[in-house]
């Protein structure tokens, strides 16, 4: 009798996998190299995160147990491909705070991991590309982008890429088509866009790599607030790294990457063609 070979299962998404992807896909956009940092400023901001390391150390009296389980939980998250992940979940929302501190027009947030600059190019009214039967309540995605000073921005380009309704990212987990839920689309001649999307699963990070280790080990909660990741930008204005998210949603109040601002949260109500939600937001920008 020939023994039932079970179907393969489908090909589960890794840690290891999203975090190679990931520091591909930073390595190929990192905005500069180490060579224009100023000497005395390395000094400075090497010293006190090494003199606020020893202060810890001091304070609660590390032990060589936990040295070596630090020591080995580093190496692992450069195995894993996980330093993007660490540092935006952990370290990137202050880096936001104070790069936009002065900013007047709309309020950003982090980026995040999963930007992949050079996705399909869209008219004023669009839809995201998608699979055919693609998951998740439809969503109506609106506005219009102006100038600080009230100026419609014709032409504005409005990047948006977001998870599906499983949480993940296209080219990020494997069995997704390459720009799915990708999409760049050019404002009309006053500004206005709509974008046809559906609405994403909040994000768990990986549980079975080295930062999900960290949140076990910690007893932390994994999780993002499902979110819709933005760019928005113009000629003669600053670029808007953006993200939205929907009210009431789960851990909207907790998110883990702490890149939830009032401004960001969305009020969807029902389409007007009855087909899921649809919410209108605006985006201000800042002139360069
Ligand atoms: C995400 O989807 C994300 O947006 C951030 C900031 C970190 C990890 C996963
Ligand atoms: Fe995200």
Redesign the pocket.
Known sequence: MTETIPDRPAEQATAAASGAAATEQFRSKQRTGTADVDTRRVDTLVSELLAATHDIIRRHKLTYAEYDALKAWLIRVGEDGEWP?FL??WV?HVVEEVANENREGSKGT?????YIPGAPRLPAEATLPMRENEAGTPLLFHGQVSSVDGTPLAGALIEMWH?DDDGY?SQFAPGLPEWNLRGAVVADDQGNFAIHTIEPAP?Q?PTDGACGSLIEAAGWHAW?PA?L?LKVSAPGHQLITT?LYFRGGRHVEDDI?Q?VKPELILDPGPAADGNGHQVRHDFILDKA
């Open positions: 992940l935006d979940v990137e982090i980026e995040g991991p999963y998870a990212y994000y990070i993002r979110h990741h993200q990457a890149a």
